[in-house]
């Protein structure tokens, strides 16, 4: 566990790098050029160093272990980062929107276009290479944070390729309208991505059931037969930030011992966490056979033959 902290640590630490370097690179390039289809870059990466600083934050936090105030750990504080990340996103559309009216109404003459646009084309080089490694750890880690930072970078590098060439295409054409539409259609890519962003966060922070995939891994487990384990009902999961949560009602024959059943129990949770090591909390609601009960609604209350 240790081991895996240091590796997002080190990735959020590598984004921050790079937030600077490449926020530095695109606001000379548009005090050189005036362009607003840099500047559009340039505020985009501008939120980039707060997401970094928050993500760094995010899974230092997550890897601390549970404590009396916290005891089901502090994992979701990844899935907040992400949603503020996200909700900084959307509010950078409106300055681009902003700059871009005003360069349509009050047109000014563009300069240095080749400079600004070496220094775009680097600044991308840094994002695309960061948010390859990033995306790497976060995907071998489960880490939201790092994987909302990762496919926000993966955007930036996507909507800079498209201001880069519509620049160079303002400077050979000398078609000045076309600056301010570049940074229009940035700002329609961008809040694309914020939304989805904050929509997964949501998922996580609301307590959404695992995907359906993994649910039927787990149900796989359940279904295997095991001596008196008569079936089971109940099942509820959900995740905060890389850590999933499954709880469920087992039914056993009711001359069952103490000391049995929990036996049980350990073989059943060690199959379930075998699923994603190191990152599964199991809670088992044993009950005899004839006694049967729930506390949540029907819909979740199906009895499954084990």
């Known amino acids: 566990m240790v081991n895996d902290a240091m590796k997002k640590s080190h990735a959020a630490a590598l984004s921050i790098a790079a937030a600077f370097t490449t926020f530095g690179l695109n606001l000379i390039a548009f005090l050189l050029t005036g362009s607003a289809g840099l500047l559009s870059v340039a505020l985009e990466t501008l939120v980039n160093v707060a997401a970094a600083l928050m993500t760094y934050l995010a899974v230092r936090i997550s890897a601390r272990p549970a404590d009396l105030d916290h005891r089901y750990g502090h994992e979701k504080v990844e899935d907040l980062s992400a949603g503020i990340e996200g909700m900084l996103i959307l509010a950078t559309v409106i300055s681009i929107v902003y700059v871009s009216i005003k360069k349509f109404i009050y047109p000014?003459?563009?300069?240095?276009?080749?400079?600004?646009?070496?220094?775009?084309?680097?600044?991308?080089?840094?994002?695309?290479?960061?948010?390859?490694?990033?995306?790497?750890?976060?995907?071998?880690?489960?880490?939201?944070?790092?994987?909302?930072?990762?496919?926000?970078?993966?955007?930036?590098?996507?909507?800079?390729?498209?201001?880069?060439?519509?620049?160079?295409?303002?400077?050979?054409?000398n078609w000045a309208?076309?600056?301010?539409?570049?940074?229009?259609?940035?700002?329609?890519?961008?809040?694309?991505?914020?939304?989805?962003?904050?929509?997964r966060s949501g998922e996580h922070l609301l307590d959404f059931a695992l995907p359906p995939e993994e649910e039927k891994k787990i149900l796989e487990v359940l279904s295997k037969p095991r001596p008196n384990a008569l079936n089971f009902h109940a099942l509820r999961t959900r995740k905060a930030g890389n850590r999933r949560f499954v709880e469920f009602h087992l039914v056993v024959p009711g001359e069952m011992t103490v000391e049995e059943a929990?036996?049980?129990?350990?073989?059943?949770?060690?199959?379930?966490?075998?699923?994603?090591?190191?990152?599964?909390s199991v809670t088992i609601h044993v009950e005899p056979k004839g006694e049967e009960k729930s506390d949540i609604t029907q819909c979740d209350d199906e009895v499954i033959s084990m």
């Open 177 to 199: 309208w076309l600056d301010p539409l570049i940074g229009l259609v940035v700002a329609a890519s961008i809040t694309s991505v914020g939304l989805k962003i904050v929509s």
């Open 108 to 173: 000014e003459p563009l300069h240095h276009l080749g400079t600004g646009i070496v220094l775009g084309g680097a600044s991308a080089l840094v994002n695309f290479l960061t948010a390859t490694v990033m995306l790497r750890v976060a995907r071998r880690e489960d880490s939201p944070a790092l994987d909302a930072d990762a496919h926000h970078l993966l955007s930036d590098v996507l909507t800079q390729v498209g201001v880069l060439a519509g620049v160079a295409l303002v400077w050979l054409t």
């Open 262 to 280: 929990h036996s049980l129990c350990n073989d059943i949770e060690n199959d379930i966490r075998a699923l994603w090591p190191g990152s599964v």
